[in-house]
């Protein structure tokens, strides 16, 4: 069974940054893409950006130029890089991972972009 772990999230000024960090524990060895999704309030979940097991990153129209994924691929971490925030980046961002079993998804950590 694997464990997604995020933190980094909090409270921001506009034009500020923040660094989510999300830590797979457990079976992880056969990841194929981990990214992050977030849902602000309202039914749908938005792909943010996504790093496959070679390092392939794609990212919303949204926060390109803005937003940086990246991996430690020793410690099975998933990096998200935040500049230049604005207030509609405010959501939970979810820590989303795939393997070659299943897909897991961390319990999310909350974005607040506001002065």
């Known amino acids: 069974q694997v464990q997604l772990v995020e933190s980094g999230g909090g409270l921001v000024q506009p034009g500020g940054s923040l660094r989510l960090s999300c830590a797979a524990s457990?079976?992880?060895?056969?990841?194929?893409?981990m990214d992050w999704y977030r849902q602000a309030p309202g039914p749908q979940r938005e792909l943010v950006a996504q790093?496959?097991?070679?390092?392939?990153?794609t990212y919303a129209d949204s926060v390109k130029g803005r937003f940086t994924i990246s991996r430690d691929g020793a410690k099975n971490t998933v990096y998200l890089q935040m500049n230049s925030l604005k207030p509609e980046d405010t959501a939970v961002y979810y820590c989303?991972?795939?393997?070659?079993?299943?897909?897991?998804w961390g319990k999310g950590t909350l974005v607040t972009v506001s002065s």
């Open positions: 989303h991972l795939v393997t070659y079993v299943g897909t897991y």
């Open positions: 457990g079976s992880s060895s056969s990841i194929v893409v």
């Open positions: 790093i496959s097991n070679t390092g392939r990153t």
